[in-house]
């Protein structure tokens, strides 16, 4: 794994070249500002970088800025970049994986810690390579998939995978380190609420993944858009479901949420490519308040807004069946 780390204290960077080089597995490369770093992205084209270390407060760009800009870049849009800092206040957190951070250690580290989550974004790295070696043939674009005969490769309904471009929206793995560490300093004012696209299954055996991506990018942006005002972070966790942290201790009316999510679906008008129309719409779950919740207790509670939410999307979707078999009858 090569590894850029960008801190301006050079006692850490220092210190962080001796870890990784003693390992004998990964490879490092450091600068002591986001100029320096920048240059050294630019020259790494025929070695990209794994995985970034980035520091927060620096002269100049700061790490988050740091962060946004390796995130517009494309060959970096899903590359783990992990915050290496002294700021602990939540703020900063929620800026840091706001702008596309994977985690954040706050320092003083311990080797063992910083040893763990490295190794936990080296097995992500191996997974996305394995992933790209793994896909032989380019996606075929929905217009010409049926005529060439050929699938698109796609990953499993269940995987969850990383929307671009959305503000508020982050990977699932992210999300799930941010309500770990917010948990673990006390911060009990959040709640978890998930919403579950309604027949996500039979939609995704009747769309090309290109479809499949923009229906989930979709929905993610209504849901974005109805949270407009408040501190959130959202995630796709798979299956159609989308899990979203809420702050500042607001607890949403769940009935009243989704029927203005599924109002601007609605609007939206959401299309398959022959322009036949989706008719998509979501079910939320229960809410769940985060109230002394912490490590892996507020990991269980991202799962079971996830269940919950998939729970009454089928119970909808049994429910329509009902009315239709009774009218019919």
Known sequence: MHILAVDDEPSIVELLEAFVNATGENTIETALCATDALDLVARSVAKPFDCFLLDIQMPGT?????????RDRPEYQETPILMLTAMSDKSYIDRAFAA?????????????????????????VVS??????????????????????????????????RIKNVDGVIGHHALENY??????????????????????????????????????????EAI???????????????SGTFVCILEE??????????????????????SFNDGRPMNVSVSAGDVIRLVWKSGDRAIDALAQAHESAERESQRYGRNLEDFWYNRSA
């Not at 917010?182 to 039979?202: H, Y």
């Open 224 to 238: 974005a858009a109805c949270l407009e005002g408040h501190q959130f972070l959202t995630a796709y966790a798979g």
């Open 128 to 161: 996305s390579k394995k992933l790209t070696v793994g896909s032989t043939t380019a996606p075929v674009k929905p217009d010409t998939e049926a005529l060439s005969g050929v699938v698109d490769a796609r990953p499993p309904l269940h995987e969850p995978f």
């Open 62 to 70: 700061d790490g988050i800025e740091l962060c946004q800009i390796l």
């Open 179 to 220: 309500v770990s560490l917010i948990s673990k300093q006390g911060r009990f004012k959040s709640c978890i609420l998930a919403f579950s696209i309604r027949g996500i299954r039979d939609l995704f055996e009747i769309t090309s993944w290109f479809e499949f991506e923009c229906l989930v990018t979709d929905v993610s």
């Open 100 to 124: 596309g951070a994977n985690d954040y250690i706050t320092k003083p580290f311990e080797i063992g810690e910083l040893r763990g989550r490295l190794a936990s974004v080296e097995n992500l």
């Open 249 to 270: 201790g607001w607890v949403p009316d769940s009935v009243e949420l989704t029927d203005k999510v599924n109002l601007l679906l609605s609007q939206m008008g959401l």
